[in-house]
């Protein structure tokens, strides 16, 4: 708790008193607040529970610990600069404008990271830009990895719903329904939230527009890169598919017995370092094909670390919820960048990647060579990028936009993300030299935190910065992305956006591949294909 002064900003909350600061002339900043009880102890592996109300003022001036993970080395692209992990981790950071405002558009966003790792904390979300313009911005941290999803019969005996994982999207639900109850108190619309998210933030907004627990809370959604909307898979988790409750449950059992730990009580006695670190056996299924040497660092998680199919939070997958019309009926602005394989492994030699092709698409290998085609090992190296990144990003977020114009009746609009950052020397070398319009490249656009990195912007790339920021602005307030004529962005079905230095009309994303992907998840006939 701390002693305010006289220009401390402050907001009065059903919880408690915050004191924060002001990033800015008319912005305030509220980080590091709690939305749910820690969930440690006894409350590891259950549903968020509500906060405990504090006396006194609290300090609202810094970042919240992260939740734990194995964060990217300091030099990727993908690192946000976190040091400070915590399971005490369900804490939301809030920017706004100046005290009396109120009816500000609300935009509550869930950041990238695999479900694995970042944090609501990265410079690249930082909301003063946005909150400058007359949004609030709430961004969110979330349980991630086997804290966050892990399933397992114990957990479903005891759940009361008979289901278990998913606790990470339970604490997004959790924050969304903390934003409906205190965001006015912030100068915020609670009648007026935006969901947005990119990577396994966007995966996270697919999701939650399929779950009945999140019916009602958010009015609009963004999503960037967001993976996640293949079928569900009676195997282990994959970034571009939840897997099957059993699926889950077996991989959880196998855990636990990996760890010496077969009950629920000896589970969450462990630390959990010891609970991250042990690997089960890779199994197939996971990638479509093997990985380099070391790719795989960090991905063994996903057996037992990403969601699932529980029946509570995801009654269905949300491809079956999109072809059934079944998901939250909202505006949505959706897009994928230039090259979304910036942030994937690929497979380092020719033999392997057709091996691998061979092997994992069967009597469908040959037309997967032809429209991923490769002679060499560097040519290899790149196809197995193109693979997965259409795999993962390009047709997941391609799809729900497809779906959305076809079954709802809301408009949708979709933009593809071209512009290619001017990365300097010192970032990780893979990563520099291919990034191109890089995974994740449109979000410091969007939130005017170009200035994140100290790169050598040019006037066209804050130009752009602007006009892509108006345009969410417009969206936020009012569900029209072209209101202020920052840009003109066709509804799907007229056209899909290029976003470069000219924005225009764009080009939809690689036809043939996103066809055989259609016929490959069984929805080419839904789609037209």
């Known amino acids: ?3 305010p002064t006289s220009t401390t900003p402050m907001v009065a909350t059903d919880d408690g008193e915050l004191a924060g600061l002001t990033p800015a002339e008319g912005v305030r900043a509220f980080l590091g607040v709690p939305y749910a009880a820690p969930p440690v102890g006894d409350l590891r592996w259950r549903p968020p529970q509500p906060v405990v ?3 006194g003022t609290r300090d609202a001036t810094g970042h919240a610990p992260a939740a734990p993970q194995f964060p990217p080395p300091p030099n990727s692209l993908y690192s946000g600069g976190e040091q400070r992990f915590s399971e005490d981790c369900l804490h939301l950071d809030v920017w706004t404008g100046a005290e009396g405002g109120t009816g500000r558009p609300v935009l509550v966003w869930l950041h990238f990271g695999a479900y694995q790792f970042g944090s609501a904390g990265n410079p690249i979300y930082d909301g003063t830009s946005l909150a400058a313009a007359g949004v609030t911005v709430v961004t969110v941290n979330h349980r991630l990895g086997r804290l966050g999803f892990l399933a397992h019969p114990e957990l479903t005996a005891e759940s ?8 990470g999207l339970m604490d997004q639900i959790a924050a969304l329904q903390w934003v409906r109850r205190h965001i006015a108190a912030f100068g915020g619309d609670p009648a007026n939230v935006t969901l947005g998210g990119v990577s396994a ?4 907004v697919h999701n939650l527009r399929s779950s009945p627990l999140a019916a009602g809370l958010f009015d609009k959604v963004i999503v960037s890169s967001g993976p996640g909307m293949g079928p569900a898979l009676d195997g282990p988790g994959h970034p571009a598919n939840p897997s099957t409750l059993a699926a889950g449950e077996q991989a959880g059992a196998e855990l636990a017995q990996a760890l010496g730990a077969p009950t629920l009580a000896e589970l969450r006695a462990l630390p959990a370092e010891q609970l991250m670190a042990t690997q089960l056996p890779r199994a197939a299924g996971r990638w479509s094909f093997d990985l380099v040497p070391g790719a795989e660092v960090g991905l063994a998680l996903f057996d037992t670390g990403y969601p699932v199919i529980d029946g509570h939070v995801l009654p269905q997958d949300p491809l079956a919820a999109f072809v059934a019309g079944e998901v939250a009926d909202v505006p949505m602005l959706a897009g994928n ?6 942030g994937l492994p690929y497979i380092g030699t020719l033999a392997a990647y057709r ?3 061979e092997e994992a698409f069967g009597d469908l290998a040959a037309e997967v060579l032809d429209l991923y085609p490769a002679t060499t090992d560097e040519e290899a190296q790149q196809s197995s990028w193109a693979l997965l990144a259409d795999q993962v990003f390009v047709w997941s977020t391609w799809t729900a936009a497809r ?12 933009h593809r993300f071209l512009r290619v950052p001017p990365i300097p020397a010192g970032y990780d070398l893979v990563e520099r030299e291919y990034a191109g319009a890089f995974h994740g490249a449109d979000v410091p656009y969007a939130f005017g935190t170009l200035d994140t990195w100290a790169w050598d912007w040019t006037d066209a790339d804050r130009a752009l910065s602007a006009r892509v920021q108006q345009a969410w602005v417009d969206f936020l307030r009012t569900g029209d992305p072209t209101a202020s004529g920052a840009l003109d962005w066709p509804t799907l079905g007229d056209g899909v956006l290029a976003l470069d230095v000219d924005p225009g009309p764009g080009e939809e994303p690689h036809p043939a591949r996103m066809a055989f992907w259609d016929r490959f998840h069984g929805v080419a006939d839904v789609l037209g294909r």
Request: glycine fraction near 18%.
């Open 1 to 3: 708790m701390v002693t």
């Open 53 to 55: 109300p504090w006396t």
């Open 160 to 167: 009361g719903y008979g289901g278990s994982g998913n606790y």
């Open 201 to 204: 933030g966007g995966h996270s």
């Open 337 to 342: 960048t230039g090259n979304e394989a910036s």
């Open 355 to 357: 091996a691998d092709v």
């Open 403 to 414: 779906l959305h114009h076809r079954r709802l009746t809301s408009p949708v609009r979709y």
